[in-house]
């Protein structure tokens, strides 16, 4: 089907006929002038009038010229129709290996809502995995799919774990779909809770990328607890420990033995530590209860409420490379009756400072095996008659131009011979 990506170019078209057309009569009603009337027989008029109604060709010639340059300004684009293009078969391909394992697996599902793919329509199709351009040895692997494992998606396991490999989805009456899926390892960190650190400090831990709850194999360890009975010989060397509520910590004293109450929530205000608080803000938190503690030199405040330390950091000691672990305490439990940081992004970011140093520290802590988790991302290979046309979209403007500057220069060479 031929579109326009400028239509309103067209409109010089005809005006230009008209034009033309104008000089082209112009040309041809002008009278033949001679000396004397003695001359004028009937054969001379006659050939006089066939003079003045020829059309010069150079005319011609420039006035199709400026058609074509005025078609090409148009800029026409030829594209397939609706009705010959075939739907192609919109899936979600997520693929990983874990810890230990030799063999990888393929989660594949039918993408809802997707161009191409309707609800109830998808087909059996045939995925075909082989391996990338260039890789040696070759191999490829293939698996049919029914219906219904495609509508709600299906497990292929046992697969290699091959750095890069293409998978390419296939069924009767739609279009080819290739994927080139390439292996990323993502550092992973174990996750251990410890009495009731608070669903709300699990979750913002737990989103963090590489996170394995309850995982005793994996460095770095970063320990949750909230507990009135806690050493850090029970957490098995970790390498950092959050700590809420009235969780015993070394060099940390409580003060008073019920929380603080303040009648109206105050925002914490930051003291120090640019690590652990980087991008961290604390304009909408309200703190309404807290434990006074009182630290001793080798705590650090990073952060404080009504002049009272609330949020706290001390350095590992022993030395990081020794299996020390970096102590964190907040002042308040996560819950909505101490304070509104449980729904503020604050906590999530927190977290994510916490975890990033963590993994800093040398070897993560002392002792197990740091492993990571290994996952494919997936990129989509567009077929090729598509990205010939999205790379060209103006190829007929562009031909429509080459044609109409020959044109012009073979108006040129004509009239500088015949002059």
């Not at 074509?68 to 300004?73: G, S, T």
């Not at 684009?77 to 393929?106: C, D, F, I, Y």
Request: hydrophobic residues 50%.
């Amino acid at each position: 089907m031929l579109q326009f990506m400028a239509p309103m170019w067209l409109w010089l078209l005809p005006a230009m006929l008209a034009l033309g057309l104008m000089f082209l009569l112009r040309q041809s009603s002008r009278g033949a002038v001679v000396p004397t009337i003695y001359f004028w027989t009937p054969d001379v008029a006659a050939s006089a009038a066939a003079r003045g109604r020829r059309i010069d060709p150079l005319w011609a010639l420039l006035l199709a010229a400026a058609l074509v340059a005025a078609l090409a300004a148009a800029q026409p684009q030829w594209k397939p129709s609706a009705a010959t293009v075939k739907p192609t078969l919109a899936a979600r391909l997520a693929m990983a290996r874990a810890p230990g394992s030799k063999t990888a697996e393929l989660f594949l599902r039918e993408r809802p809502q997707a161009p191409g793919a309707s609800a109830g329509a998808a087909p059996q199709c045939h995925l075909r995995l082989e391996s990338a351009p260039g890789r040696k040895p070759p191999w490829r692997r293939q698996f049919l799919l029914p219906k219904k494992f495609w509508r709600v998606g299906t497990v292929v396991a046992g697969l290699p774990a091959a750095r890069r490999m293409r998978a390419t989805l296939m069924a009767p009456g739609y279009a080819h779909e290739t994927f080139l899926l390439t292996r990323k390892t993502r550092p992973a960190f174990a996750l251990l809770s410890i009495g009731r650190p608070g669903r709300f400090l699990l979750r913002a831990f737990s989103v963090q990328p590489g996170a394995a709850v309850d995982n005793l194999r994996l460095r770095p360890r970063i320990v949750l607890v909230d507990r009135r009975r806690f050493s850090l010989s029970s957490a098995g060397h970790p390498a950092a420990v959050v700590a809420s509520g009235r969780t015993p910590l070394p060099g940390l004293a409580f003060s008073g033995g019920q929380p603080v109450r303040l009648t109206k929530g105050i925002s914490p205000q930051k003291t120090g530590g640019a690590g652990a608080l980087r991008a961290v803000h604390f304009r909408h938190v309200a703190v309404r209860r807290y434990w006074n503690v009182i630290p001793d030199k080798h705590w650090r405040v990073l952060a404080a409420v009504a002049g009272h330390p609330w949020l706290l950091e001390r350095s590992a000691s022993p030395a990081p490379s020794r299996g020390g672990a970096t102590l964190y305490y907040i002042g308040s439990k996560l819950s909505t009756h101490w304070t509104n940081l449980a729904r503020r992004s604050a906590l999530v970011i927190l977290a994510a400072n916490m975890v990033r140093r963590a993994r800093a520290a040398p070897n993560g802590g002392s002792g197990g095996r740091t492993v990571g988790i290994q996952t494919w991302t997936t990129r989509q290979i567009p077929r090729r008659k598509h990205a010939a046309t999205a790379k060209r979209p103006v190829s007929l403007a562009v031909a429509l131009l080459l044609t109409a500057g020959l044109l012009a220069t073979l108006f040129l060479v004509l009239a500088a011979t015949r002059g």
